[in-house]
T-cell receptor, first 114, second 114 residues
Framework: DQQVKQNSPSLSVQEGRISILNCDYTNSMFDYFLWYKKYPAEGPTFLISISSIKDKNEDGRFTVFLNKSAKHLSLHIVPSQPGDSAVYFCAAFAGGTSYGKLTFGQGTILTVHP | GAGVSQSPSNKVTEKGKDVELRCDPISGHTALYWYRQRLGQGLEFLIYFQGNSAPDKSGLPSDRFSAERTGESVSTLTIQRTQQEDSAVYLC????????????FGQGTRLTVV
């Protein structure tokens, strides 16, 4: 049962344009969402997060949007840079006894072309 | 060290042999997780340790898998009688405490069962 889904395995974008990475979830108990970035042969690194009490969080070129009614979140990267090329994972987190257990999506490979 | 350290970085083993993977979390981090990523898949939760609480083992795929953690330090993940489907990158992550959602990952151990 895939509770967090990233339906696009890959995304290709031109440098300077916007990259939009999407993520859907099914568990309504999730109340905190994170995006991680992963380069080859490295572990994932935290990028940005959002609490379910918000619908938007911005950090520099990265913005995460949360639509709770649709159980959907997205990561916008503007402007995209070649160094952003990596695998992006969205992750979700539920309070209570599941606190600390991140559930990850399958990942989306982003390629930013110069 | 400053980050999460995992060893070995690569391990090739014969089917049926036991393997032990090691994780050194960031000093002072009470929460520790093991995930694995099989080829083309997302990050699959295996086990979660939080301080002195009983570990959440709900993600372990079979009784061939076990993990231990000594206090708030090193953790070892043991796979007995390895099978080819165990081939994956095994990732360890730690976070400051159960209330801190940002997890820091190690570089992973790539396990290949031949």
């Amino acid at each position: 049962d895939q509770q967090v889904k990233q339906n696009s395995p890959s995304l290709s974008v031109q440098e300077g344009r916007i990259s939009i990475l999407n993520c859907d979830y099914t568990n309504s108990m999730f109340d905190y969402f994170l995006w991680y970035k992963k380069y080859p042969a490295e572990g994932p690194t935290f990028l940005i997060s959002i609490s379910s009490i918000k619908d938007k969080n911005e950090d520099g070129r990265f913005t995460v949007f949360l639509n709770k009614s649709a159980k959907h979140l997205s990561l916008h990267i503007v402007p995209s840079q070649p160094g952003d090329s990596a695998v992006y994972f969205c992750a979700a987190f539920a309070g209570g006894t599941s606190y600390g257990k991140l559930t990850f999506g399958q990942g989306t490979i982003l390629t930013v072309h110069p | 060290g400053a980050g999460v350290s995992q060893s070995p970085s690569n391990k090739v083993t014969e089917k049926g042999k036991d393997v032990e993977l090691r994780c050194d979390p960031i000093s002072g981090h009470t929460a520790l997780y093991w995930y694995r990523q099989r080829l083309g898949q997302g990050l699959e939760f295996l086990i979660y340790f939080q301080g002195n609480s009983a570990p959440d083992k709900s993600g372990l795929p079979s009784d061939r898998f076990s993990a231990e953690r000594t206090g708030e330090s090193v953790s070892t993940l043991t796979i007995q009688r390895t099978q080819q489907e165990d081939s994956a990158v095994y990732l360890c992550a730690s976070s400051r405490d159960r209330l801190n959602t940002e997890a820091f990952f190690g570089q992973g151990t790539r396990l290949t069962v031949v």
